[in-house]
């Protein structure tokens, strides 16, 4: 499709003879119907941003004629003509037929190898081709109106397997053309591989990623915002994006919005699809962001009903309402068969509709939609037919409108904190949510008419609101997150929907016995925090902040409300606060197993800490640190992530506790630069202590200190090895380059560990570590490199660690854990 090989029957072209060199032209951009490009010369665009010519793909001996990047010194090909017909010699020539038909011929054999149309299809006058400074080859007709006129052919119509800025990726719906990008075979050889990246209209349109004939990751439908499935794309400070649906094309496309970077979305030889970046002070590209992250994007994993949570183990679970088909496969993790309704449906008029949250749609092949209908209608369509089964609005930007209605099963569901979609389940009348029918009722739900009914119903409803506020109240601030059933229906306002129970302080100080000095856990960074029993029994930790913030009280509650929506489970729950007077409290889940401080450090307690428990502990961390940089609607930046920062529920899963304390307390720049450096000394990156600068990669760089001392059992700070006086990164760092990690593993771990895990996890420590924020990986990546197999970039040389040659050295025999003292965060002003 991307090409179409001339057959001998349609050589009819007027062809040769006449061709001149285009080399006597230096650099030029076009070529004409008396032109031809021979083997080592090229189309330079006008300002020289992409150029046109042969080339060998890696070490392949095959000559093609491709489009790279000019000014790019790592040869960048996005574009190839002859992908699948290679020349095996010199003697190619491209030229430009009168028909405006591009043509590529062996000189020697005297056949054509490759034409961008056949003769049928095309007449022009006085056809030329260029290539334009968007990478885009395009041939026109100088005779017609070149102003206004589509170009007869351009590049930008048969992608290789690079979607440029500017390049349409879907369907031209009045031409026929369906515009897709297919990865090469291998980085040596450019003929269409297995994998796809395409706009399927099978349905409302869809974007997926497909391998062959099956599905591999779905991006999703566009819900007007971003797809649905990969949240990942959202407004950036490098490219705008657009998704067109009407009549005549439906189509994805971005565009740079400065012309001073490069990148493009690229299908790899892999299957991975990727955004890269060009960094010119490294002269490499760089991943961006790739859509598929994690486990969850695998299609389909979870089979028909089921959803892919990647934050709970097992990952898969069936949507509320529904439960296994086959209960023993599902018990062993073969998810396939999926999950059936508890209560199948009987097309019973009282059916109606549950609301989840949360999600990503369910696969849209076989859908229906109607961008202009609202909810209300879209509704009444779903439940007048029998086989409808969902229902959403299609368009969640502005005032939410649109309808598309699923048919069947649901599949490929799977949980998105920050997705602001709500889907609409047929369920019988038996498994109705109460507490949901009645609020959306607002939302234009059938009001029923059946009086003695509808009082039962009312009767019912109040209790269970009285019911439920008052143990909301009580019980405190359960998680939003990953709840199917939305209690409110006011999504809109953020202030609104969470109500974040407020503590007396005449409560707080029976809890905590006056904040009684055998009650003090530990002292963080904005104050003491003590623990607490409530009069009901619950355990709770009190955090006491320090008097310090000029926020005013609302500003206070605003903040306190927006920490208390980061809800996930590896990070500490906030259960409310106290304000009284000048004291500002933050009441938490307590901790039974305390910091992971108290035990990796700890000589006896270490040992409870296996390999496989202190991996699944940096694997715990690397989530919610991803969570809070990424996915929670907010970006936090920690500043202040440390092994005392971490810690442990009964199962020995890590929760971060002090996050969003920085934003909150610390200042409220985000990216920037403060003069007020928060933080702990041997986890700060060199970019934070030293300019006071931090980002998301100064936590990254904490991180790595973290994961290198969970693996070693030994402090970054206070820790000094024998001759050459280095920190633990220098002492690791050293080891890497020798080859020597498996000597750092903490010798507590006895038998339990695993070295390619431990290995992997040094290794991914020292990229975090890397002095150059630039050069260290996002939490994405993180994780990504933490769950595959694949090689990792070597690391560069880490910040902050001492290489001297040794004099008064002190030597600490490695054993577990050192007597060093590092507990106290630190808050220290810089003078700029
Ligand atoms: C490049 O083209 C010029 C002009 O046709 C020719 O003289 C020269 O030998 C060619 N060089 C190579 C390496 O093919
Ligand atoms: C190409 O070169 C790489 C090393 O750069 C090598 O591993 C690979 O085998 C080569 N491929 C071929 C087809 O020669
Ligand atoms: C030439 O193009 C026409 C129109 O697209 C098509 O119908 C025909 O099959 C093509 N012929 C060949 C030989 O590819
Ligand atoms: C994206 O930015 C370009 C300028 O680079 C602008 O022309 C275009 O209208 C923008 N598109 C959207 C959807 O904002
Ligand atoms: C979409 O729905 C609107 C309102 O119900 C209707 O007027 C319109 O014809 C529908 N469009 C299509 C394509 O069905
Ligand atoms: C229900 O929808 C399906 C799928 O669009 C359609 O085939 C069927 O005819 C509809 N049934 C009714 C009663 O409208
Ligand atoms: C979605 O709705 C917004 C706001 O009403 C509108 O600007 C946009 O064009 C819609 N998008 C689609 C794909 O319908």
Redesign the pocket.
């Known amino acids: 499709m991307e090409e179409r090989r001339a057959t001998k029957t349609n050589m009819i072209f007027s062809f040769l003879v006449l061709y001149a060199s285009i080399t006597s032209t230096h650099a030029a951009d076009t070529i004409s119907a008396n032109q031809i490009l021979r083997y080592n010369e090229t189309l330079i665009s006008p300002h020289e941003t992409f150029e046109l010519g042969f080339f060998n793909p890696g070490n392949s001996t095959n000559h093609y004629i491709g489009i790279w990047y000019k000014r790019i010194s790592t040869r960048t090909v996005v574009w190839v003509a002859n992908r699948n017909s290679p020349l095996t010699s010199t003697s190619g020539e491209l030229a430009l037929t009168l028909q405006g038909v591009l043509i590529l011929r062996d000189a020697t054999k005297g056949n054509v190898v490759w034409s961008s149309a056949n003769s049928s299809t095309t007449s022009a006058m006085n056809p030329i081709g260029q290539l334009l400074d968007t990478g885009n080859f395009i041939i026109q007709d100088e005779a017609e109106d070149i102003d206004k006129k589509e170009p007869i052919w351009q590049s930008f119509d048969f992608m290789t397997d690079t979607l440029l800025p500017g390049m349409k990726l879907g369907w031209n719906l009045v031409m026929g053309i369906d515009r897709h990008f297919t990865s090469w075979k291998s980085s040596d050889n450019p003929a269409s591989g297995e994998f796809s990246y395409l706009v399927d209209i099978r349905g409302y349109p869809q974007v997926l990623l497909m391998n062959g004939q099956s599905i591999k990751f779905r991006a999703g439908p566009w819900n007007g915002l971003t797809f649905s499935g990969a949240p990942a794309l959202r407004p950036n400070l490098i490219y705008n994006f657009t998704f067109v649906l009407n009549q005549g094309e439906i189509y994805y496309q971005y565009n740079l919005l400065t012309s001073s970077v490069f990148t493009r979305l690229v299908l790899q030889p892999s299957g991975r699809i990727e955004r890269l970046l060009w960094i010119d002070s490294k002269q490499e590209w760089s991943l961006y962001v790739s859509p598929e992250s994690d486990q969850c994007d695998r299609y389909a994993l979870c089979g028909p009903f089921g959803r892919c949570s990647i934050d709970r183990s097992p990952v898969c679970e069936c949507l509320k309402g529904f439960e296994p088909t086959s209960p023993d496969q599902w018990r062993v993790g073969d998810w396939s068969q999926g999950c059936r309704r508890t209560v199948p449906l009987d097309c019973n008029p009282a059916e109606g509709f549950n609301k989840y949250t949360n999600l990503n749609l369910p696969d849209t092949r076989g859908s229906w939609y ?4 609202t909810l209300v ?1 879209c509704e009444k369509m779903c439940k007048s037919n029998c086989s409808c089964t969902a229902y959403t609005n299609s368009n969640v930007s502005g005032s939410e409108s649109g ?1 598309l209605l699923w048919f069947g099963d649901l599949i490929n569901i799977r949980t998105f904190a920050a997705n602001v979609e709500t889907l609409y389940i047929r369920f019988s009348p038996s498994e109705l949510d109460l507490i949901d029918k009645s609020k959306s009722s607002g939302a234009g739900r059938s009001v029923r008419v059946i009086v003695p009914i509808a009082f039962v119903v009312l009767v019912v409803l109040v209790s269970v609101c009285l019911f439920y506020r008052c143990n909301r109240k009580k019980q405190h601030q359960q998680g939003t997150r990953g709840n199917e059933f939305e209690l409110r229906e006011n999504r809109s306002d953020d202030n609104e929907d969470i109500e974040l129970p407020l503590f007396s302080m005449s409560t707080l100080l029976k809890a905590t016995n006056h904040f009684s000095v055998n009650r003090k856990l530990g002292e963080g960074g904005f104050g003491p925090v003590y623990k607490g029993v409530l009069e009901d029994g619950q355990e709770i930790a009190v955090k006491r902040l320090a008097k310090t913030s000029t926020q005013g009280l609302q500003e206070f509650k605003n903040e306190v409300i927006s920490i208390s929506k980061l809800q996930h489970r590896n990070l500490v729950k906030l259960l409310g606060c106290c304000i009284e007077g000048a004291e500002k409290m933050l009441i938490y889940e307590y901790m039974s197993n305390k910091g992971l401080n108290s035990i990796i450090f700890d000589k006896t307690q270490s040992k409870l800490l296996d390999w496989p428990a202190r991996y699944h502990i940096i694997h715990g961390i690397a989530h919610g640190l991803l969570y809070l940089h990424q996915d929670s609607r907010l970006r936090i930046i920690h500043r202040d992530l440390k092994v005392s920062n971490i810690l442990l529920d009964t199962d020995m899963n890590p929760k971060i506790s002090d996050f969003g304390m920085a934003r909150t307390f610390g200042g409220n720049q985000i990216e920037a630069n403060t003069n007020r450096v928060v933080g702990t000394y041997g986890y700060m990156a060199p970019e934070y202590a030293g300019d006071g600068i931090f980002s998301i990669k100064s936590d990254v760089y904490s991180f790595g200190v973290l994961v290198l001392e969970v693996v070693c059992g030994e402090k970054n700070r206070g820790f000094i090895y024998k001759e050459h006086c280095n920190n633990l990164i220098g002492y690791v760092w050293r080891l890497h380059n020798e080859d020597n990690s498996l000597q750092l593993v903490d010798k507590c771990l006895g038998e339990s560990i695993n070295e390619s895990q431990i290995l992997r996890s040094v290794h991914v420590g020292l990229l975090c570590v890397q002095r150059d924020p630039e050069d260290r990986p996002t939490m994405e990546s993180v994780i990504m490199m933490l769950g595959s197999e694949s090689p990792l970039p070597s690391p560069k040389e880490p910040g902050f660690y001492i290489e001297k040659t040794m004099q008064n050295t002190i030597r600490y025999s490695r054993s577990c854990g050192t007597g060093s003292n590092n507990k106290l965060s630190i808050t220290m002003l810089i003078g700029r």
Do not use: G, R, S, V
């Open positions: 109607n961008q202009t209908m209608e309808c």
